[in-house]
Structure formats: C-alpha cells, structure tokens
C-alpha cells in the first residue's frame, strides 16, 4: 500500500528537480524549490518520520524559500547568458565529485551489520530508548529528543545565528542622520 503513495512522491520529485535546473526564471525556481521541500516533507511523513517532515517543512518550505525571495529582492529576476563556456568550473566539480565517491570506497558497505556504528553506540540507543522515553512514536524522535538534546541545542544555535546574520545583511541603512535632517529643514 504505501508504495503506491512512494512512488508518485519519489517521481514527482525527480520531475521537480529536473525542472529546477532546466529553469532560467529564478522566481520561478524558488518556487519550485518550495515546491520540492513540500514533497520532501509529504515523503518524510508517509515514512512515519514527522520530526524531520516537520523540519522539512519549516526550513525548506518556509525559511529557504523566504530567504531566497529575499535574496531575489535584491538581485534580477532572470538569469544571466553566459557568454563563454564554464569550462574550468565544469572541471572543478569533476574533480570534487571523483575525490568524494574515491573517499566512499573505504566507508562500509550500506546495511553492514558489522559497521563501527552498529556495534556500539546504535543497539545501546535502540535498547535504552524503549525504557527511558516512554510515549514517543518511534526510535528517531527518541534519540533526538533524549540523547542528542546537547547537539540539537548547538544546532538551534546555529540557526539563531544565521537568523541573525541575515538580518544584518538585509537590513536597510538610514540615508541620513535625524540631526542631518533637521539642519536642512532650518535652511
């Protein structure tokens, strides 16, 4: 049953994305980026997973989207033609992209029981969750909420202070000072 519901969501985002980097109206973009997060989130959800659908939701669809019409305030609504073929930044993600999956071959195998992650930390999570949270749904929310409630705090503080940088970035400056003001009005 939830594949038929997995896979329209799965394909729907495919086709989004595509269509997001086909697209040259960056208004239109963003939404589509919007639109992406929504997707995102409605996934998340069918795979019983409504704190991060929930993040999704507030980050991707909301803030992201927010911040990038912000952004597109300030700038052009369409996107330049180029004039010259990228060639080196081509080259550049080439690179970037063969050192990354060089660095994954020594990772360990998808689902590898015997991974360093799975001996330790992760069935001592798995079996503590049970007894110290009792009454949330499933094991990741336990997790985060119980045992990672130092980092999320770190990561609420990152974001506090993004928050913050980018409202000093966007704010407006005073043309001119009060005192400015009220001496040409004397004249």
Request: aromatic fraction near 8%; hydrophobic fraction near 50%; charge should be neutral.
């Amino acid at each position: 049953m939830s594949s038929l519901i997995d896979f329209p969501i799965l394909a729907l985002l495919a086709i989004t994305a595509v269509t997001i980097a086909r697209m040259r109206d960056l208004w239109a973009a963003i939404m589509f980026t919007g639109i992406y997060s929504f997707l995102s989130a409605s996934w998340m959800l069918i795979l019983d997973a409504p704190d991060v659908a929930f993040t999704e939701a507030a980050v991707g669809a909301g803030i992201a989207t927010v911040l990038m019409l912000s952004t597109l305030a300030l700038t052009g609504k369409k996107d330049r033609e180029l004039t010259h073929a990228p060639i080196m930044p081509f080259f550049l993600v080439l690179i970037t992209g063969c050192v990354l999956v060089y660095g994954t071959l020594d990772m360990p195998h998808f689902g590898d029981p015997q991974a360093p992650i799975q001996l330790h930390p992760s069935p001592s999570f798995v079996e503590k969750s049970q007894h110290d949270m009792h009454g949330l749904p499933n094991v990741v929310t336990a997790i985060l909420a119980g045992y990672r409630g130092y980092d999320t705090l770190g990561e609420t503080t990152v974001v506090l202070t993004a928050g913050i940088a980018v409202m000093l970035i966007l704010r407006k400056e005073k043309d001119e000072s009060p005192k400015k003001r009220s001496k040409e009005t004397r004249r």
